[in-house]
């Protein structure tokens, strides 16, 4: 048994009698158990929870595609009774008294979670070294980060701890750790998935997704989440299609936009031929490829870290040390309960966010940054907006170099900024876009990224499909840790 063949997979497994619940997840805690030590993946692991549930499914088997089969949620999504830390100092110990909509719509689709992973505190990062609480190692190369800010839950998805898992994305943090993961990583339109119980990190970007290791396994994932919630007014009142009927393998006259400004010098050249390639297989399979042209890309960056630490700033101002987690001790009145908790309980990069963001929205500053920036990013979505006039779908890195060592980009902020220049303008925009695995450059993964219309999911899902079966590149196994 192992979990990088699909879920579907699993399913008839469990279906024919072949294999129960309770040996799903015996497998993946055994996993968990042999290669995590390494990993780091998990901050959390609900084995007690988990064998229990597994057990009163094996008695009451199900149909759904997802039942009986374990996963596990970046630890920023609220679930009832178990620990949610977002890998922060703050909210050690912090037990939340309701599940995020994603997670409870997993668990009544009787999914079964076997734990929480790893991120950047907050999700503030693109390389998990920002947590708090441990370092997460590429399955890959164990010397080389797994991506962020959704790193545990590529490297859980990736190392074959669990068949799938679920991230977030704000700025690239699903996508740009599938891609460093060698699995698929999507991130649906702005609205499309509740975000209801996701801990804000910037409410205006931020969305829930599947990382998994097909592209049918993400349209799995998807339709059991996706949908309006009554507790996110934010969530769009929207038909769900049928992702998985639509992965027809045929993108015959499909037009697939190639953009320049996502070809800069800035993509290492490993990745650009991996891509290339690929856009050479989806031309085989009878797409037309148009170059588009994405003028203000190159002011994504900037408008995003004004607007998405803005935001954050505003957010994090709830975690006072009265009704979450920590509290500093030895205050001497509230005022320095409030500053020494706030001041030890978040680590370098939130401040340094809370600061900007702060400096950002003051009186004085904010027409020349925020709101700027807010105009700055409607010229981005206009530009989206221009470019699906003549395409359905944009073809990109996902990000412009393969995973890097610890350390590597930790003492400058603005080059581990850079990682999301290709991921960054679609959260800006609202759009959907996955990455998928499009082979190696000195044995790590490359991740492809599509982007598609507004809420357009479906062709995304069906490009990507079609590109896997025919390029066969996905499920990659990692010879865990080690690469020539
Ligand atoms: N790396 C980006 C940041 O640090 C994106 C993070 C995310 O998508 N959560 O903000």
């Known amino acids: 048994m192992d979990f990088y063949s699909g879920l579907r997979k699993l399913h008839q497994g469990l279906m024919s009698g072949e294999m129960t619940s309770s040996d799903l997840v015996h497998f993946s805690l055994e996993q968990i158990e042999a290669v995590d030590s390494q990993v780091q993946a998990f901050v959390t692991v609900t084995d007690e929870l988990a064998k229990s549930q597994a057990a009163k499914l094996d008695v009451r088997r199900s149909e759904g595609l997802l039942a009986g089969i374990p996963f596990a949620l970046k630890d920023n999504m609220c679930t009832q009774g178990v620990e949610t830390t977002c890998a922060s100092r703050i909210l050690k110990g912090y037990i939340p008294p309701y599940s995020a909509t ?12 076997v734990g929480k992973l790893n991120m950047d505190e907050f999700a503030m990062g693109s ?16 010397d080389c980060v797994p991506g962020g800010s959704s790193g545990g839950s590529a ?14 994305d704000t700025g690239g943090s699903i996508r740009q750790p599938a891609a460093f993961c060698g ?6 339109s702005y609205g ?16 829930i997704g599947p990382i998994t290791h097909t592209v049918e396994d993400a349209a799995i994932v998807l339709q ?17 299609p049928d992702y998985i009927a639509g992965l027809t393998g045929d993108i015959r006259g499909l037009r697939i936009g190639v953009a320049k400004e996502y070809f800069s010098p800035a993509i290492e050249e490993g990745v650009r031929t991996a891509v290339e390639a690929a856009i050479l297989q989806m031309q085989r399979l009878g797409a037309t490829i148009v170059e588009v042209s994405l003028p203000h890309t190159a002011y994504a960056l900037s408008a995003y870290y004004l607007i998405a630490p803005a935001e954050a700033s505003s957010n994090l101002a709830r975690y006072d040390g009265v009704r979450y987690g920590y509290r500093a001790e030895g205050v001497e009145n509230l005022l320095d309960m409030y500053r020494k908790t706030r001041s030890i309980g978040f680590g370098a990069e939130v401040k340094r966010r809370i600061l900007v963001g702060t400096y950002a929205l003051s009186s004085g500053y904010y027409d020349a940054y925020y709101k700027r920036a807010q105009q700055v990013r409607t010229l981005i979505a206009m530009d989206f907006d221009a470019a699906f006039h003549d395409v359905d779908v944009i073809v990109s890195p996902t990000t412009p170099t393969t995973a890097f060592r610890f350390g590597e980009k930790t003492k400058d902020p603005l080059t581990m900024y850079m990682n999301d220049i290709c991921t960054i303008p679609v959260n800006l925009a609202g759009l959907p876009a996955i990455s998928v695995p499009c082979g190696l450059s000195d044995g790590l993964p490359v991740g492809m990224q599509l982007i598609g219309r507004m809420y357009d999911e479906a062709t995304l899902l069906k490009t990507a499909h079609a590109y896997e079966q025919a390029a066969g590149f996905a499920p990659m196994r990692p010879a865990l840790g080690v690469h020539a």
């Open 102 to 113: 994603a997670a409870r719509k997993l668990e009544a689709a009787e999914g079964i979670l």
């Open 224 to 240: 059991e989440i996706a949908g309006k919630d009554r507790r996110d007014s934010t969530s769009v009142e929207r038909e769900v």
């Open 155 to 168: 490297a859980a998805v990736a190392a074959g701890m669990v068949p799938y898992a679920l991230g977030s």
């Open 127 to 142: 390389s998990t070294e920002n947590s708090a609480l441990m370092k997460t190692h590429n399955p890959w190369d164990y």
């Open 183 to 188: 699995v698929v990583g999507l991130k649906p």
């Open 192 to 207: 499309r998935v509740s975000r209801f119980g996701l801990v804000a990190f910037a409410s205006s970007l931020d969305q």
